[in-house]
């Protein structure tokens, strides 16, 4: 349910850099760790965009991995052969690991956001013009 919310302020910000031009297509990154649900946030921008200049815009999605990184060494764990477990078991499976420095101190450090990068606004001509947020 916290996708209501979370679109909402989205779609806020979307506006907010539009300033004043319709949105064609939004782009979007979501962590693996973010417990945010793409379809759940399709539906509420459908319903909360209605009349605004962003209804009708594509939602385009991209999912970040989740990254660990050992706390004594701060090398980066590599949690590849384990991309397609849920974060959890990810998660498991990497401290029982550990790092290549022999220590099993590693923290999440990436992989826990949801972050609009761009957005496309119709251009006066038709075209389109890409705005950068980060």
């Not at 399709?42 to 991995?65: N, Q």
């Amino acid at each position: 349910m916290h996708e209501a919310s979370i679109t909402e302020a989205m779609l806020n910000l979307a506006l907010e850099y539009a300033k004043g031009q319709r949105i064609s297509d939004v782009y979007l990154q979501v962590g693996r760790m973010s417990f945010v649900v793409p379809e759940c946030v399709e539906f509420y921008f459908e319903h909360l965009s209605k009349g605004s200049l962003a209804e009708g815009a594509t939602l385009h999605f991209e999912t970040v991995p989740l990254e660990m990184t050992c706390t004594d060494c701060g090398r980066q764990a590599d949690l590849s052969e384990w991309a397609d477990e849920q974060p959890r078991a990810i998660m498991i499976e990497a401290l029982a690991r550990g790092c290549q420095c022999g220590s099993n101190k590693l923290r999440v450090t990436g992989g826990t956001g949801f972050h609009m990068v761009s957005l496309e606004v119709e251009a006066e001509s038709n075209g389109k013009e890409k705005e950068n947020e980060q």
